[in-house]
T-cell receptor, first 114, second 115 residues
Framework: KNQVEQSPQSLIILEGKNCTLQ??????????LRWYKQDTGRGPVSLTI?????NTKSNGRYTATLDADTKQSSLHITASQLSDSASYIC?????????????FGGGTRLMVKP | KAGVTQTPRYLIKTRGQQVTLSCSPI?????VSWYQQTPGQGLQFLFE???????NKGNFPGRFSGRQFSNSRSEMNVSTLELGDSALYLC??????????????FGPGTRLTVT
């Protein structure tokens, strides 16, 4: 069964600190992995999307890594800001046409405190 | 370029009623997907449309239905509402034929409350 597990479920850090969010997946066959940021009450916004051949991708202070061998991804946030407080969702896409193959993680809720 | 728009933003219905939600994709996008998001279940896929055809469907009962028009705008309908249908309903559009291989852009969602 395709699954995406994210950890931790929630995280509180101080403004200016770095943090790393984890995503482990068992989706197969793998096509791409996405990280989204979702502010409370709003739709998710894409941060990065990585294919099998990419192992690092950055978007400003956000850097995502992908290890396709161990089926793990991480999202590193550098010099956190109050506006980083949000839920971060990992989504894995499987190749193939047998039904929808987007599998969503449960998300990590990040709170950045001053 | 305008983003994905969803109407209405908030809706309160009573059990047994039906509801129709609307989504206008980004101009030029022809693929539209719908999701239900609840605190307990997270994001769950409802269905995906491309060129007025349903390409994929998630594991939801037949009370949930959708359609796409020739201008790519999409609607979803929920009949015989249940309390458990209270959720944020998100629409996302993609440039390509499938959300699997193309980046998705989400709308702000419609918050449905069933009482």
């Amino acid at each position: 069964k395709n699954q995406v597990e994210q950890s931790p479920q929630s995280l509180i850090i101080l403004e200016g600190k770095n943090c790393t969010l984890q995503c482990n997946y068992t989706v197969s066959p793998f096509s791409n992995l996405r990280w989204y940021k979702q502010d409370t009450g709003r739709g998710p916004v894409s941060l990065t999307i990585m294919t099998f051949s990419e192992n690092t991708k950055s978007n400003g202070r956000y850097t995502a890594t992908l290890d396709a061998d161990t089926k793990q991804s991480s999202l590193h946030i550098t010099a956190s800001q109050l506006s980083d407080s949000a839920s971060y969702i990992c989504v894995v896409s499987a190749s193939g046409n047998a039904g929808n193959m987007l599998t969503f993680g449960g998300g990590t809720r990040l709170m950045v405190k001053p | 370029k305008a983003g994905v728009t969803q109407t209405p933003r908030y809706l309160i219905k009573t059990r047994g009623q039906q509801v129709t939600l609307s989504c206008s994709p980004i101009s030029g996008h022809r693929s539209v997907s719908w999701y239900q998001q609840t605190p307990g279940q997270g994001l769950q896929f409802l269905f995906e449309y491309f060129s007025e055809t349903q390409r994929n469907k998630g594991n939801f009962p037949g009370r949930f239905s959708g359609r796409q028009f020739s201008n790519s705008r999409s609607e979803m309908n929920v009949s015989t509402l249940e309390l458990g249908d209270s959720a944020l309903y998100l629409c996302a559009s993609s440039l390509g034929w499938s959300s699997l291989n193309y980046e998705q852009y989400f709308g702000p969602g419609t918050r449905l409350t069933v009482t």
